[in-house]
Protein backbone atom coordinates (compact mmCIF):
# COMPACT_ATOMS: atom_id res chain seq x y z
CA UNK A 1 0.00 0.00 0.00
CA UNK A 2 1.30 3.41 -0.77
CA UNK A 3 0.53 6.74 1.00
CA UNK A 4 -1.58 8.90 -0.30
CA UNK A 5 -0.61 12.26 1.71
CA UNK A 6 0.21 14.38 -1.82
CA UNK A 7 -1.06 18.00 -1.38
CA UNK A 8 -1.30 21.19 -3.50
CA UNK A 9 0.96 20.72 -6.93
CA UNK A 10 3.96 22.58 -7.12
CA UNK A 11 3.96 24.87 -10.57
CA UNK A 12 7.24 25.58 -12.58
CA UNK A 13 7.56 29.80 -10.83
CA UNK A 14 7.96 27.80 -7.09
CA UNK A 15 4.43 28.74 -6.20
CA UNK A 16 1.97 26.69 -5.12
CA UNK A 17 -1.79 25.78 -6.97
CA UNK A 18 -4.48 25.51 -4.84
CA UNK A 19 -5.78 22.03 -7.18
CA UNK A 20 -7.85 19.98 -5.80
CA UNK A 21 -6.70 16.03 -6.31
CA UNK A 22 -9.40 13.80 -6.50
CA UNK A 23 -8.26 10.27 -5.83
CA UNK A 24 -9.77 7.12 -7.36
CA UNK A 25 -8.74 3.60 -6.25
CA UNK A 26 -9.58 0.49 -7.96
CA UNK A 27 -7.91 -3.27 -8.44
CA UNK A 28 -7.48 -4.04 -11.70
CA UNK A 29 -4.90 -3.20 -13.74
CA UNK A 30 -3.92 -0.44 -16.11
CA UNK A 31 -5.23 -3.16 -18.83
CA UNK A 32 -8.74 -3.12 -17.50
CA UNK A 33 -11.64 -1.84 -18.90
CA UNK A 34 -12.61 -0.10 -16.03
CA UNK A 35 -8.83 1.30 -16.44
CA UNK A 36 -9.63 2.34 -19.53
CA UNK A 37 -13.17 3.77 -18.41
CA UNK A 38 -11.52 5.95 -15.72
CA UNK A 39 -8.93 7.44 -17.81
CA UNK A 40 -12.07 9.00 -19.88
CA UNK A 41 -13.34 10.02 -16.30
CA UNK A 42 -10.19 11.90 -15.29
CA UNK A 43 -9.74 13.73 -18.89
CA UNK A 44 -12.91 14.69 -18.79
CA UNK A 45 -13.32 16.43 -15.48
CA UNK A 46 -9.38 17.76 -16.13
CA UNK A 47 -10.45 19.05 -19.79
CA UNK A 48 -13.64 20.84 -17.89
CA UNK A 49 -12.62 21.93 -14.74
CA UNK A 50 -8.79 21.55 -14.85
CA UNK A 51 -7.70 24.37 -13.11
CA UNK A 52 -9.44 23.42 -10.30
CA UNK A 53 -9.22 19.31 -9.85
CA UNK A 54 -6.62 16.78 -10.92
CA UNK A 55 -7.66 13.33 -11.09
CA UNK A 56 -5.24 10.67 -10.12
CA UNK A 57 -5.84 7.08 -10.79
CA UNK A 58 -4.52 4.31 -8.33
CA UNK A 59 -4.88 1.10 -9.87
CA UNK A 60 -4.08 -2.71 -8.58
CA UNK A 61 -5.04 -2.43 -5.09
CA UNK A 62 -2.33 0.51 -4.41
CA UNK A 63 -4.70 1.89 -1.99
CA UNK A 64 -5.51 -1.86 -0.38
CA UNK A 65 -8.29 -4.43 -1.56
CA UNK A 66 -11.82 -3.13 -2.19
CA UNK A 67 -13.01 -3.41 1.80
CA UNK A 68 -10.02 -1.36 2.81
CA UNK A 69 -10.55 1.53 -0.52
CA UNK A 70 -13.87 1.76 0.52
CA UNK A 71 -13.51 2.54 4.16
CA UNK A 72 -10.90 5.34 2.52
CA UNK A 73 -13.58 6.90 0.54
CA UNK A 74 -16.04 6.80 3.66
CA UNK A 75 -13.75 8.95 5.66
CA UNK A 76 -12.38 10.79 2.98
CA UNK A 77 -8.62 9.81 2.66
CA UNK A 78 -9.79 9.23 -0.88
CA UNK A 79 -12.72 10.13 -3.12
CA UNK A 80 -13.81 7.59 -5.09
CA UNK A 81 -13.25 3.61 -5.33
CA UNK A 82 -14.49 0.81 -7.72
CA UNK A 83 -15.25 -2.50 -6.18
CA UNK A 84 -18.50 -4.75 -6.68
CA UNK A 85 -21.77 -4.58 -5.21
CA UNK A 86 -20.94 -7.70 -2.92
CA UNK A 87 -18.71 -5.42 -0.85
CA UNK A 88 -21.57 -2.74 -0.34
CA UNK A 89 -23.77 -5.32 1.36
CA UNK A 90 -22.71 -4.39 5.12
CA UNK A 91 -23.55 -0.59 4.14
CA UNK A 92 -26.87 -1.66 2.21
CA UNK A 93 -28.71 -4.75 2.36
CA UNK A 94 -30.47 -4.28 -0.68
CA UNK A 95 -27.28 -5.21 -2.71
CA UNK A 96 -27.40 -8.45 -1.73
CA UNK A 97 -29.57 -9.11 -4.74
CA UNK A 98 -26.99 -9.25 -7.41
CA UNK A 99 -25.51 -11.69 -5.03
CA UNK A 100 -28.36 -14.30 -6.36
CA UNK A 101 -27.83 -17.02 -8.41
CA UNK A 102 -29.37 -16.75 -11.63
CA UNK A 103 -30.83 -13.53 -11.05
CA UNK A 104 -31.14 -12.15 -14.26
CA UNK A 105 -32.53 -14.28 -17.11
CA UNK A 106 -30.53 -12.99 -20.00
CA UNK A 107 -27.40 -10.03 -20.59
CA UNK A 108 -29.95 -7.81 -22.18
CA UNK A 109 -32.19 -8.00 -18.97
CA UNK A 110 -29.12 -7.11 -17.02
CA UNK A 111 -28.04 -4.48 -19.22
CA UNK A 112 -31.63 -3.01 -19.14
CA UNK A 113 -31.98 -2.77 -15.29
CA UNK A 114 -28.42 -1.43 -14.96
CA UNK A 115 -29.18 1.22 -17.68
CA UNK A 116 -32.51 2.12 -16.07
CA UNK A 117 -30.77 5.08 -14.09
CA UNK A 118 -34.20 6.53 -12.73
CA UNK A 119 -35.13 3.48 -10.93
CA UNK A 120 -31.04 2.81 -10.01
CA UNK A 121 -30.62 6.25 -8.63
CA UNK A 122 -32.51 5.32 -5.52
CA UNK A 123 -30.57 2.25 -4.87
CA UNK A 124 -27.35 4.23 -4.85
CA UNK A 125 -28.72 6.41 -2.86
CA UNK A 126 -29.29 4.07 -0.32
CA UNK A 127 -25.12 4.38 1.34
CA UNK A 128 -26.21 7.73 1.66
CA UNK A 129 -26.00 7.82 5.54
CA UNK A 130 -22.96 5.81 5.65
CA UNK A 131 -20.94 8.48 3.50
CA UNK A 132 -20.92 6.76 0.49
CA UNK A 133 -22.88 7.43 -2.85
CA UNK A 134 -22.54 5.19 -6.13
CA UNK A 135 -22.72 7.28 -9.29
CA UNK A 136 -22.41 4.43 -11.89
CA UNK A 137 -21.89 1.18 -12.37
CA UNK A 138 -19.54 -1.17 -15.00
CA UNK A 139 -20.20 -4.68 -16.63
CA UNK A 140 -17.71 -7.39 -15.30
CA UNK A 141 -19.31 -10.21 -17.02
CA UNK A 142 -20.43 -13.26 -15.85
CA UNK A 143 -19.14 -15.18 -12.85
CA UNK A 144 -18.39 -18.48 -13.51
CA UNK A 145 -16.20 -21.19 -11.41
CA UNK A 146 -12.47 -22.11 -12.07
CA UNK A 147 -10.07 -24.50 -10.53
CA UNK A 148 -7.18 -26.58 -10.20
CA UNK A 149 -9.60 -29.55 -11.14
CA UNK A 150 -12.38 -29.93 -13.72
CA UNK A 151 -16.06 -28.77 -12.12
CA UNK A 152 -18.44 -30.75 -14.92
CA UNK A 153 -21.37 -31.05 -12.28
CA UNK A 154 -22.64 -29.46 -9.64
CA UNK A 155 -20.91 -32.17 -7.47
CA UNK A 156 -17.73 -32.11 -8.33
CA UNK A 157 -17.67 -28.40 -5.97
CA UNK A 158 -18.86 -30.66 -2.98
CA UNK A 159 -15.43 -30.43 -0.39
CA UNK A 160 -14.11 -27.54 -2.51
CA UNK A 161 -12.96 -24.54 -1.51
CA UNK A 162 -14.01 -22.40 -3.61
CA UNK A 163 -12.80 -18.29 -2.87
CA UNK A 164 -15.83 -15.74 -2.54
CA UNK A 165 -16.23 -11.97 -2.12
CA UNK A 166 -16.47 -10.88 1.37
CA UNK A 167 -20.14 -11.03 2.31
CA UNK A 168 -22.43 -12.84 3.37
CA UNK A 169 -25.05 -13.59 0.46
CA UNK A 170 -21.82 -14.80 -1.98
CA UNK A 171 -20.77 -16.81 0.91
CA UNK A 172 -24.48 -18.34 0.95
CA UNK A 173 -24.41 -18.98 -2.62
CA UNK A 174 -21.09 -20.94 -2.72
CA UNK A 175 -22.18 -22.96 -0.57
CA UNK A 176 -25.73 -23.59 -1.60
CA UNK A 177 -23.89 -25.20 -4.90
CA UNK A 178 -22.41 -27.70 -2.18
CA UNK A 179 -18.82 -25.83 -2.34
CA UNK A 180 -16.93 -24.47 1.16
CA UNK A 181 -17.32 -20.75 0.47
CA UNK A 182 -13.84 -19.26 1.33
CA UNK A 183 -14.05 -15.39 1.53
CA UNK A 184 -11.06 -13.31 1.13
CA UNK A 185 -9.94 -10.30 -1.15
CA UNK A 186 -9.81 -10.43 -4.68
CA UNK A 187 -5.52 -9.62 -4.27
CA UNK A 188 -4.95 -12.58 -2.10
CA UNK A 189 -6.77 -14.94 -4.30
CA UNK A 190 -3.59 -16.00 -6.80
CA UNK A 191 -1.16 -16.95 -3.69
CA UNK A 192 -3.99 -18.73 -2.25
CA UNK A 193 -4.69 -21.05 -4.92
CA UNK A 194 -0.98 -21.89 -5.92
CA UNK A 195 -0.59 -22.46 -2.37
CA UNK A 196 -3.36 -24.90 -2.24
CA UNK A 197 -5.25 -22.74 0.71
CA UNK A 198 -8.06 -23.13 -1.68
CA UNK A 199 -9.17 -25.14 -4.44
CA UNK A 200 -10.38 -22.26 -6.45
CA UNK A 201 -12.21 -19.34 -7.04
CA UNK A 202 -14.92 -17.86 -9.32
CA UNK A 203 -14.92 -15.20 -11.36
CA UNK A 204 -15.31 -13.70 -14.78
CA UNK A 205 -12.64 -14.51 -17.88
CA UNK A 206 -10.47 -11.36 -17.06
CA UNK A 207 -9.37 -12.79 -14.11
CA UNK A 208 -7.98 -15.68 -15.44
CA UNK A 209 -5.36 -13.30 -17.49
CA UNK A 210 -5.43 -9.79 -16.18
CA UNK A 211 -4.98 -11.08 -12.66
CA UNK A 212 -3.11 -14.29 -13.74
CA UNK A 213 -5.22 -16.92 -11.98
CA UNK A 214 -5.18 -18.77 -15.20
CA UNK A 215 -1.81 -19.51 -14.05
CA UNK A 216 -3.18 -21.76 -11.47
CA UNK A 217 -6.03 -22.72 -12.30
CA UNK A 218 -6.53 -24.68 -15.13
CA UNK A 219 -10.55 -25.47 -15.76
CA UNK A 220 -13.16 -22.63 -16.05
CA UNK A 221 -16.68 -23.71 -16.07
CA UNK A 222 -19.23 -21.65 -17.88
CA UNK A 223 -21.48 -21.93 -14.45
CA UNK A 224 -22.91 -18.49 -15.60
CA UNK A 225 -23.98 -18.30 -11.99
CA UNK A 226 -24.49 -14.40 -11.38
CA UNK A 227 -24.30 -11.30 -13.55
CA UNK A 228 -22.65 -9.26 -10.62
CA UNK A 229 -21.37 -5.57 -11.35
CA UNK A 230 -18.76 -3.15 -10.06
CA UNK A 231 -19.96 -0.10 -9.00
CA UNK A 232 -18.20 3.25 -8.71
CA UNK A 233 -18.88 4.62 -5.05
CA UNK A 234 -18.22 8.46 -4.67
CA UNK A 235 -17.49 10.03 -1.03
CA UNK A 236 -20.92 11.38 -0.58
CA UNK A 237 -19.79 14.71 1.23
CA UNK A 238 -17.28 15.39 -1.94
CA UNK A 239 -19.99 14.74 -4.18
CA UNK A 240 -22.79 17.01 -2.22
CA UNK A 241 -20.23 19.99 -1.91
CA UNK A 242 -19.65 20.49 -5.59
CA UNK A 243 -21.66 22.90 -7.30
CA UNK A 244 -24.47 22.42 -9.85
CA UNK A 245 -22.42 22.77 -12.48
CA UNK A 246 -19.30 20.67 -11.04
CA UNK A 247 -21.94 18.02 -10.14
CA UNK A 248 -22.81 18.10 -13.35
CA UNK A 249 -19.75 17.21 -14.87
CA UNK A 250 -18.71 14.59 -12.54
CA UNK A 251 -21.64 13.17 -13.54
CA UNK A 252 -21.15 13.18 -17.56
CA UNK A 253 -17.78 11.85 -16.44
CA UNK A 254 -19.37 8.56 -15.02
CA UNK A 255 -21.14 8.55 -17.26
CA UNK A 256 -18.87 8.39 -20.13
CA UNK A 257 -16.74 6.16 -17.99
CA UNK A 258 -18.95 3.05 -18.17
CA UNK A 259 -20.27 3.91 -22.25
CA UNK A 260 -16.19 3.16 -22.32
CA UNK A 261 -15.89 -0.06 -20.13
CA UNK A 262 -18.54 -1.74 -22.13
CA UNK A 263 -17.45 -1.27 -24.96
CA UNK A 264 -13.90 -2.16 -23.69
CA UNK A 265 -15.02 -4.93 -22.13
CA UNK A 266 -16.90 -7.12 -24.89
CA UNK A 267 -13.34 -6.83 -27.03
CA UNK A 268 -11.18 -7.59 -23.81
CA UNK A 269 -13.52 -10.59 -22.50
CA UNK A 270 -13.07 -12.42 -26.30
CA UNK A 271 -9.18 -11.68 -26.04
CA UNK A 272 -9.17 -13.28 -22.51
CA UNK A 273 -10.56 -15.95 -23.54
CA UNK A 274 -8.57 -16.47 -26.28
CA UNK A 275 -5.68 -15.71 -24.39
CA UNK A 276 -6.52 -18.09 -21.37
CA UNK A 277 -6.69 -21.21 -23.99
CA UNK A 278 -3.90 -20.66 -26.13
CA UNK A 279 -1.44 -19.09 -24.22
CA UNK A 280 -2.26 -20.11 -20.54
CA UNK A 281 -3.64 -23.75 -20.99
CA UNK A 282 -6.65 -23.03 -19.71
CA UNK A 283 -9.83 -25.72 -20.35
CA UNK A 284 -13.13 -23.89 -20.60
CA UNK A 285 -15.67 -26.67 -19.96
CA UNK A 286 -19.75 -26.04 -20.83
CA UNK A 287 -21.45 -27.56 -18.65
CA UNK A 288 -25.34 -28.54 -18.26
CA UNK A 289 -26.66 -25.40 -16.57
CA UNK A 290 -29.79 -27.31 -15.61
CA UNK A 291 -27.83 -29.36 -12.40
CA UNK A 292 -26.22 -25.99 -11.53
CA UNK A 293 -29.55 -23.96 -11.61
CA UNK A 294 -31.02 -26.98 -9.59
CA UNK A 295 -29.00 -26.85 -7.00
CA UNK A 296 -29.39 -23.87 -5.98
CA UNK A 297 -33.39 -22.91 -7.11
CA UNK A 298 -34.74 -22.24 -3.72
CA UNK A 299 -31.78 -19.41 -2.72
CA UNK A 300 -33.69 -16.77 -4.36
CA UNK A 301 -36.69 -17.05 -2.10
CA UNK A 302 -34.91 -17.43 0.89
CA UNK A 303 -32.97 -14.87 0.59
CA UNK A 304 -35.96 -12.69 -0.30
CA UNK A 305 -38.20 -14.48 2.67
CA UNK A 306 -34.92 -12.94 4.81
CA UNK A 307 -34.76 -9.37 3.67
CA UNK A 308 -37.39 -7.35 3.04
CA UNK A 309 -34.99 -4.50 1.77
CA UNK A 310 -33.93 -6.49 -1.88
CA UNK A 311 -38.04 -7.35 -2.59
CA UNK A 312 -38.78 -4.11 -4.41
CA UNK A 313 -35.14 -4.16 -6.79
CA UNK A 314 -35.92 -8.12 -7.12
CA UNK A 315 -39.58 -7.47 -8.57
CA UNK A 316 -38.30 -4.66 -11.19
CA UNK A 317 -35.38 -6.53 -12.24
CA UNK A 318 -38.35 -9.68 -13.07
CA UNK A 319 -40.04 -7.32 -15.29
CA UNK A 320 -36.37 -6.76 -17.12
CA UNK A 321 -36.76 -10.56 -16.95
CA UNK A 322 -39.70 -10.81 -18.48
CA UNK A 323 -39.11 -8.25 -21.31
CA UNK A 324 -35.74 -9.84 -22.04
CA UNK A 325 -36.61 -13.58 -21.78
CA UNK A 326 -33.60 -15.56 -21.80
CA UNK A 327 -32.98 -18.64 -23.66
CA UNK A 328 -34.97 -20.61 -20.90
CA UNK A 329 -33.31 -24.11 -20.42
C1 LIG B 1 -14.48 -9.01 -10.37
C2 LIG B 1 -14.77 -7.57 -10.12
C3 LIG B 1 -13.93 -7.03 -9.01
C4 LIG B 1 -13.96 -7.90 -7.81
C5 LIG B 1 -13.65 -9.30 -8.15
C6 LIG B 1 -13.72 -10.20 -6.94
O1 LIG B 1 -13.27 -9.16 -11.00
O2 LIG B 1 -14.55 -6.83 -11.27
O3 LIG B 1 -14.36 -5.76 -8.66
O4 LIG B 1 -13.00 -7.51 -6.91
O5 LIG B 1 -14.50 -9.74 -9.15
O6 LIG B 1 -14.16 -11.32 -7.09
O7 LIG B 1 -13.36 -9.77 -5.85
Not at 50 to 64: M, R
Not at 93 to 115: G, I, K, R
Not at 188 to 204: F, K, L
Not at 310 to 325: F, M, S, V
Request: hydrophobic share 35%; proline share 3%.
Amino acid sequence: MISVLAAGCGSSDGSTTKKRIIRVALSQSEEHPEYKGLVKFKDYIESELGDKYEVQLFPNELLGGQTKAIELTQTGAIDFTVAGTPNLEIFADVYEVFSMPYLFTSEEAYFAAMNDTDYMDNVYASTEDTGLQVVTWYNVGTRNFYAKKPINTPDDLKGMKIRVQQSPASIKMANAFGAAASPMSFGEVYTAIQQGVIDGAENNELALTDNKHGEVAKYFTYSKHQMIPDVLIANYKFLNGLSDEERTVFEKAAQLSTDTELKEWEKDVETAKKTAEEDMGVTFIEPDLNAFKDKVKDVQQEMLDANPNIRDLYAHIQEYNKKYAGEEK
